[in-house]
């Protein structure tokens, strides 16, 4: 099934919402697939980057319709203000939806030990940019939303349980599920509701930044109650529930689109040819 090529359904559900997309990279992002699908279904967006991703994002995103591109330094309060500002006058002062999907660790620390490994400069800068900068993306789209706003953020089963050569980008993570739930207590009473998805592996610029992470593909298709791959239009069509109307009365929760690997504690034994 995750080999098949499967076609986006197109729709109207997302039709006459504008939102915001932080972090495509390429066509094989998960950030790319999410957008694709909002796109596919009316939405209007607007893409946010990185200056080394600029000759990459902006075709990607003209190919969907994308009219708004702007710069983004998430480390930087000036770039997020500022981009934040271009955002909100393109969009006429309104956001219905923010889909964030942005990590960062030094890649050099994301294999062997964690304790022996980790260093303070990276350890926090990867928190900066994994974690906080959802906590501040959130607070600057908050008064652009109405009530029926949602936002969105990518996180990974490395969060829960040790996962190796994930290191410090788990501890990340972890940091990231706890910021969700606390964003969505906040911004509940206004009714704007922030959830995350826990996405399988799948074959983008992260996974290949971490040392063995190609294998994590194939445990988790041998793994899965499903005996297949993380499809990113799986993760799409979770992300298309939660920033739509039929996520009502979601929020705060972790979502998880992996096949099923996280229900498993051991994987069922081979089948013995003796």
């Known amino acids: 099934m995750a080999d098949e090529d499967i076609t986006l359904p197109k729709g109207d559900l997302m039709k006459g919402k504008r939102g915001v997309v932080m972090g495509v990279a390429n066509h094989n992002s998960i ?45 930087d309060d000036a770039s997020m203000e500022a981009a934040f500002r271009v955002i909100g006058e393109a969009f006429g002062g309104k956001i219905d939806f923010l889909v964030h999907a942005i990590a960062f660790s030094d890649k050099n620390e994301l294999k062997g030990s964690f304790v022996e490994n980790t260093t303070r400069a990276n350890f926090l800068r990867s928190m900066d940019i994994s974690a906080f900068s959802f906590v501040d993306a959130a607070r600057r789209c908050a008064p652009m939303m109405s009530p029926g706003g949602s936002m969105i953020t990518l996180t990974y089963l490395g969060s829960e349980r040790v996962i190796p050569n994930y290191n410090v980008m788990g501890v990340a993570k972890a940091a990231l599920e706890a910021s969700t739930r606390y964003i969505a207590r906040d911004l509940g009473p206004k009714g704007i509701r922030v959830n995350a998805i826990s996405a399988g592996a799948i074959r983008t610029l992260s996974l290949a930044g971490i040392s063995g992470g190609r294998s994590m593909i194939g445990q988790g298709r041998q793994w899965s109650p499903l005996r297949e791959d993380t499809a990113p239009e799986g993760v799409a069509g979770c992300a298309l529930w939660l920033l739509s109307d039929l996520g009502r009365s979601t929020t705060g929760e972790v979502i998880h689109v992996d096949a099923g690997f996280h229900i498993m504690g051991l994987p069922d034994e081979m089948e013995s040819d003796a």
């Open 31 to 75: 950030a790319w697939a999410i957008a694709s699908q909002l796109a596919a279904q009316g939405a209007e967006l607007a893409f946010t980057y990185i200056d080394a991703m600029e000759k990459r994002v902006k075709p990607l995103g003209e190919s969907i319709g994308v009219k708004t591109f702007v710069p983004c330094e998430v480390t």
